[in-house]
Nanobody, 124 residues
Framework: QVQLVESGGGLVQPGAALTLSCVDS????????MGWFRQDPGKERDFLAG????????YYADSVKGRFTISRDTTKNTVYLQMTRLKPEDTAVYYC?????????????????WGQGTQVTVSS
């Protein structure tokens, strides 16, 4: 069972860049499709980006396409979310998630394991 820990969140100004990391401490990372989501208080968890097990295929929500990039380092059991041109509306708690089934999905219900989340605040 994968165990995910996110890091890299913080307070940044509009227009800045930030990279989030998500590490799997169990070493089973390569068995999962990985995704990044975010959630505002009182709202549903929104899909941002996904990546297949080998890292060859990525897919994005329209809201972040061209600004966010997902990648994974299989040697470090880590998935990244590089975020650029951040906006105040990007403020949220960001979560990484792992999916056992190899099919691609934007639905949070299809993901099996979640990290604890990391706060990103974009404000001047």
């Amino acid at each position: 069972q994968v165990q995910l820990v996110e890091s890299g969140g913080g307070l940044v100004q509009p227009g800045a860049a930030l990279t989030l990391s998500c590490v799997d401490s169990t070493g089973t990372f390569n068995n999962y499709v990985m995704g990044w989501f975010r959630q505002d208080p009182g709202k549903e968890r929104d899909f941002l980006a996904g990546i297949n097990r080998r890292g060859a295929i990525t897919y994005y929500a329209d809201s972040v396409k061209g600004r966010f990039t997902i990648s994974r380092d299989t040697t470090k059991n880590t998935v990244y979310l590089q975020m650029t041109r951040l906006k105040p509306e990007d403020t949220a708690v960001y979560y990484c998630a792992a999916k056992i089934d190899p099919s691609y999905s934007r639905d949070s219900d299809d993901y099996d394991y979640w990290g604890q989340g990391t706060q990103v605040t974009v404000s001047s």
